[in-house]
């Protein structure tokens, strides 16, 4: 049975990172991976029920999520790509051939592009910020637009495709949960997001034009120094697995670096260091996130949500936005979106059958609105990685993450427009979850 009190360390933290922030003016006043460990001290010491190395159980269990270590290796390889290849000069050389070839109204419009290009081919909006990120921080530098508005238009990017592509664990877990075809699923995302994909675009040319943009430097690049980019495209747009195509970036990284004298045989080991350990805050955060989650769950946090959703439902149209706000509260909890929908799929499905939702119709509000949460709580990898990256407050991001708002907006109205058709499920759909995902 589900608890209120169960969600009390997720409040704890909200109130301590907004809170102090809010407060103070200065969101770096209360670290963030401060505020979740004194919200997984009050986790801890909730339901006296459990001893404390049951607990240690129940969280272990939780670290140990397939989606959490997939996670956490992510980043390690993101990092170690992220060290190399700026090491090896590539990011000077393709922020400069970028500048060089792009007109200067579509520079920061042309990041989202290129972001969405990449996540819709990797599967993966982490690797995609991984990849992109110290691009977006070179371009900054190079033309006075602001590091936040660079940053937003990766992140933008990254999620349009996160949600999209084919390999995408959100995708696949949505697909599975509701037994529907993937086509079917892409069909229905693809006409609700577009809308959004096109504004921000526009939204993020329109800052650009108006920035300041004033390149009195040479622009210097060597195309071999860009090669681990494409290498990293070129694996993503053939579907290869997201660690084969950061590590062939890395070693392609090195390659290039000896090979341009720009880094040293000695040095190998101690750029690819570098950038490793510069994911460890945001890997630790991510362990001790899902510690929390597992401790909220197991406490009855996750099931009062799903509880008073389930019960407020009383039309289809109400069964779509139940549906909506199910998987927004889930990934608010939870701080992953494939976790989110893993959770809230089971339900989700139920209220689709009850209320004569089509599997893809499901399929598609689950990915959406937990992408549309994901991308905008300060708290989820995605912006942590984004902040860990460009050393800014996620807060400071959240406002030119046009792409997430914009996506939830569109997909509200055309859903208050647009019947939605229920289309039956047969042998050939019923996919067994735990087996494929």
Request: charged content about 10%; aromatic content about 8%; hydrophobic content about 50%.
């Amino acid at each position: 049975m589900g608890k209120k009190a169960g969600l009390l360390p997720i409040g704890v933290f909200l109130v301590l990172f907004l809170g102090v922030g809010c407060a103070t003016g200065d969101f770096y006043k209360m670290p963030a991976i401060v505020a979740f460990l004194i919200a997984l001290l009050v986790a801890f010491l909730q339901n006296r029920t459990l001893s404390f190395q049951e607990k240690i159980h129940v969280i272990a269990e939780g670290v140990g999520n397939d989606n959490i270590i997939t996670m956490c290796l992510i980043f390690l390889a993101a990092g170690a790509f992220s060290g190399t290849v700026s090491a090896a000069g590539g990011v000077e050389s393709t922020v400069n051939l970028g500048l060089s070839i792009l007109p200067s109204g579509i520079v920061v419009a042309g990041l989202m592009m290129i972001a969405c290009f990449i996540s819709v081919s990797m599967g993966t909006s982490m690797g995609t910020i991984g990849a992109l990120g110290p691009i977006a921080i070179g371009i900054s530098d190079k033309t006075g637009y602001s590091l936040a508005i660079c940053i937003g238009a990766v992140v933008s990017g990254a999620m349009f495709g996160d949600n999209l592509s084919m390999i995408s664990d959100t995708t696949i877990a949505a697909v599975r949960t509701q037994g529907c075809e993937m086509k079917d699923k892409f069909k229905e995302n693809f006409f609700l997001v577009l809308p959004a994909a096109c504004i921000s675009l526009i939204l993020y040319g329109v800052l650009a034009r108006n920035g300041s943009y004033q390149m009195n430097e040479a622009l210097p690049y060597h195309l071999i120094q860009v090669i681990p980019y494409i290498v990293v495209l070129a694996g993503a747009l053939i579907g290869i697995n997201v660690f084969i195509v950061l590590i062939s970036g890395t070693l392609v990284s090195i390659l290039a670096g000896l090979l341009t004298s720009t880094i040293a045989v000695d040095e190998i080991f101690t750029v690819m260091q570098e950038g490793i350990t510069s994911m460890y805050d945001i890997t630790v955060i991510s362990i001790i996130v899902a510690c929390i989650v597992s401790l909220v769950k197991k406490n009855g946090g996750i099931e009062y949500i799903l509880d008073i959703i389930h019960r407020s439902i009383k039309s289809h149209s109400g069964g779509e936005f139940g549906i909506a706000i199910l998987a927004v509260l889930v990934d608010l909890c939870t701080a992953n979106n494939t976790i989110a929908i893993v959770m809230a799929g089971p339900i989700a499905k139920e209220i689709s059958e009850d209320y004569n939702i089509s599997p893809r119709r499901t399929a598609s509000l689950l990915d959406i609105f937990t992408s549309v949460t994901q991308g905008l709580i300060p708290y989820g990898a995605q912006l942590l990685l984004a902040a860990g990256l460009t050393k800014l407050s996620p807060v400071n991001i959240i406002p030119y993450l046009f792409y997430p708002v914009l996506m939830g907006i569109s997909v509200i109205f055309i859903l208050l427009i647009r019947k939605d058709e229920k289309v039956p499920l047969t042998e050939e759909n019923q996919i067994d979850f735990n087996k494929n995902l």
